[in-house]
């Protein structure tokens, strides 16, 4: 066993702690300001100290940043964040040493020589000189050990505090060079998609293509000047990781602060090449993962014991949480007659208060999941934005709790800080697990994923720790809709794959997972299995002489052979559902600019919207549809995001939206869209809608007003 992986797994054992006796003739001497170490290490004496952590309040030129795509749009340095308040003072009480620089490839590799096979991993960090990155929490913590042992002295991670505390150096403005940050620290300064081939061939302007050189920057550390206490690439080299997990500030006055007992996500600090200026401010806060790796984190260490303070207690769960009944109902099965048709909604279940900035967003909510909970409760999920492809995004979830008419506000769901938790999936195994699959961003976008897994067995109050099942952050991993669990037993998730889907697969319940590499006609896609065993999917793009595109696999996504539904194709901001009914039929929700439908009289009517379809064939024919409205009174309601206002009617309804469904034990069909819900009976869908009258004409003399 190598000394990385040792300490490692001291780590995945809690074990982080310092070693004070070194082997002889081994011990550091540091009695003066300055010493450098037997790795060729520098470290500075930072003295003790008070300052005010957070957000300073003052503003940048924020219309010259948004102008040179330094400042995320929506955003600007007014207020900062949400995670930065309450602004407070933290007295830090001891002395520390701090290295001068972030740990460099050839330091690390004396702890772990097989790193250097990672080095220039898409093209980064190739000399000895550059910081190391591709490194976990947990690697970090193991090099900080490893020195400590060798060294008989107190090597770690710094606090957040101790952090920001280095990084301000003094100051307290938005970077420790003052209120703007001189050009010489800009890496890449902008929202970065490499190496997302989708997005380096159409959106990036192709000077950032064609040289390489500004797309991946050199991160050798101490070509920047110090900081006025001597401390290099505190901004804008590497994100650099801290001891501390992530979690919300508390207000008043606090000595030697270590945050919270636990969490999901270890905080980094400092920013990275490759992002918005606005997060390589000295309070901004980022993390992820303690196993996360990419190519926008390293380490700087320090000297000194850890701070005894005892760590802040848990933070409460949050509303969604709360008073859940654990106890299934006696009527869990008991539904609307199965042989009357039943249509509930729209329902609004996206609630927001207006002008919410975070860690909920007014602005942007899109993407759903839905299960089903073993309690009878709908729990949905979304992500909450500013935009898209924003370091922002977060999500969020609502309650409908089992025999309540109204969907409970939203409240926070997960949210790795300053990373884009694109595409989340719900999926309930039919027993008593709730699984939670969602994206996680090495940084904004969603160009480049990793995939992540939770699991609750207690209808969504207690979740466990996310494990990443992918990752490698790439791009054949943004999480679809649905999942499902075929006939012999694998768990199936669908995934965009760069131009069209693939599939995820584990034969082992979760534990681990493989893409077959096959890949199927359209992003965004449904998949079922049919009866044979075979799988099919329906996805949007790709189209076939004019028609959704089917792609049909009979090895378990390895291969897909791709023909012309009888289904309209789909387009932006619109996604399909697909699923099997309890009760056998292929269920389809899609979207239609026109099509036409028979009513109740025989009557035929031009319709568009979202519509639902039922197929008892297989797939190869959709003869039963049925437009999702109410088939009430013209009037407009409100889709969300991309959709908007709407105006619903007997021949109009949803233009645009995300779709996620689910079936309940009684049998109701719960469809959302990016902000509505619809609950019917599988009678609903095969009525025809009922006969409107249609007013004729009246006749009018001419001249007649």
Not at 123 to 151: N, T
Not at 488 to 503: K, L, N, P, Q
Request: hydrophobic share 35%.
């Amino acid at each position: 066993m190598n000394r990385a992986l040792a300490f490692r797994l001291a780590g995945l054992l809690g074990v982080y702690s310092c070693i004070l006796s070194a082997p002889s003739g081994l011990a550091v001497d540091i009695t003066q300001r300055t010493f450098t170490n037997s790795v060729g290490m520098k470290f500075v004496r930072i003295e003790p100290g008070s300052f005010m952590m957070g957000f300073e309040g003052k503003r940048l030129d924020e219309g010259l940043l948004q102008t040179k795509g330094e400042l995320p749009r929506g955003t600007s340095f007014a207020g900062g964040d949400y995670d930065e308040r309450p602004r407070h003072k933290v007295e830090i009480t001891k002395a520390l040493y701090v290295s001068l620089y972030e740990v460099t490839n050839s330091q690390y590799e004396l702890f772990d020589p097989h790193h250097r096979m990672l080095r220039g991993k898409l093209g980064f960090s190739q000399r000895d000189d550059e910081a190391v990155v591709f490194v976990s929490w947990y690697d970090a913590a193991g090099f900080c050990e490893w020195l400590s042992e060798k060294e008989g002295l107190c090597y770690r991670l710094p606090t957040e505090a101790e952090w920001e505390y280095c990084c301000r150096a003094g100051t307290q403005t938005a970077f420790s060079t003052g209120d703007d940050l001189p050009k010489v620290f800009h890496k890449n300064v902008r929202r970065s998609w490499y190496p997302d081939p989708r997005v380096t061939e159409k959106i990036i302007d192709p000077k950032w293509v064609d040289r390489k050189e500004k797309t991946v920057p050199s991160l050798t550390v101490g070509r920047t000047p110090p900081n006025s206490w001597g401390l290099y690439d505190m901004h804008g080299n590497v994100e650099e990781w801290t001891s501390n997990w992530y979690a919300p500030y508390e207000a008043g006055r606090q000595r030697d602060p270590v945050g919270r007992i636990e969490g999901d996500f270890r905080v980094t600090r400092g920013g990275s090449h490759s992002t918005e200026l606005y997060y390589l401010r000295c309070a901004n806060r980022m993390g992820t993962l303690p196993d996360d790796k990419s190519w926008y984190i390293g380490f700087r260490p320090v000297v000194g014991e850890m701070p005894d303070t005892r760590p802040l207690p848990n933070v409460p769960p949050a509303p969604y949480r709360r008073n859940v009944k654990q106890q299934i109902p006696s009527d869990l099965a008991e539904g609307p007659a199965p042989n009357k048709p039943y249509f509930k909604g729209p329902r609004r279940y996206v609630k927001i208060p207006a002008n919410s900035n975070g860690p909920l967003f007014s602005n942007h909510n899109h993407d759903p999941a839905i299960v089903a909970c073993p309690n009878g409760d709908l729990l949905s999920v979304w992500y909450t934005c500013v935009e898209e492809d924003g370091r922002e995004l977060a999500l969020a979830a609502s309650r409908l709790r089992y025999g309540a008419q109204e969907w409970e506000a939203a409240s926070p769901f997960w949210d790795a800080p300053d990373r884009n938790d694109h595409c989340p999936g719900l999926w309930f195994d039919g027993t008593d697990t709730i699984y939670h699959f969602n994206g996680l961003s090495a940084a904004a976008t969603w160009g480049s994923l990793a995939v992540i897994l939770r699991k609750s067995k207690d209808n969504g109050v207690t979740w466990s720790r996310a494990r990443l099942i992918v990752p490698e952050h790439g791009f054949r991993q943004m999480v679809g809709e649905p999942v499902f669990r075929t006939r012999d037993g694998a768990t199936v998730f669908g995934a965009d794959a760069v131009y069209g889907s693939t599939i995820w697969v584990s034969c082992d319940n979760g534990l681990t997972w493989t893409d077959p590499g096959g890949t199927l006609n359209g992003i965004h896609a449904g998949i079922v299995q049919l009866k044979d065993g075979r799988l099919m999917a329906l996805g949007r793009g790709m189209n076939i002489d004019g028609m959704m595109p089917k792609s049909i696999s009979c090895d378990m996504g390895k291969s897909w052979q791709a023909s012309a539904s009888t289904l309209p194709p789909i387009s932006s901001g619109q996604r399909l559902a697909l699923m099997r009914l309890k009760e056998g039929p292929l269920f389809l929700a899609s979207f239609t600019e026109q099509m036409m439908l028979t009513d109740a009289s025989g009557h035929k009517r031009r319709v568009s919207g979202l519509f639902g379809a039922l197929s008892f064939d297989q797939g190869r024919s959709w003869p039963v549809r049925r437009l999702f409205t109410d088939d009430g009174p013209r009037r407009k309601l409100d889709g969300g995001a991309w959709t908007d206002e709407f105006v619903m009617s007997y021949k109009s309804a949803e233009p645009k939206g995300y779709l996620s469904v689910c079936q309940t034990a009684n049998g109701v069909i719960n469809l959302i869209s990016s902000a509505q819900h619809y609950a019917f009976n599988l009678k609903w869908l095969k009525t025809p809608p009922p006969a409107v009258a249609v007013q004729k004409p009246t006749n009018r003399k001419a001249g007649s007003k």
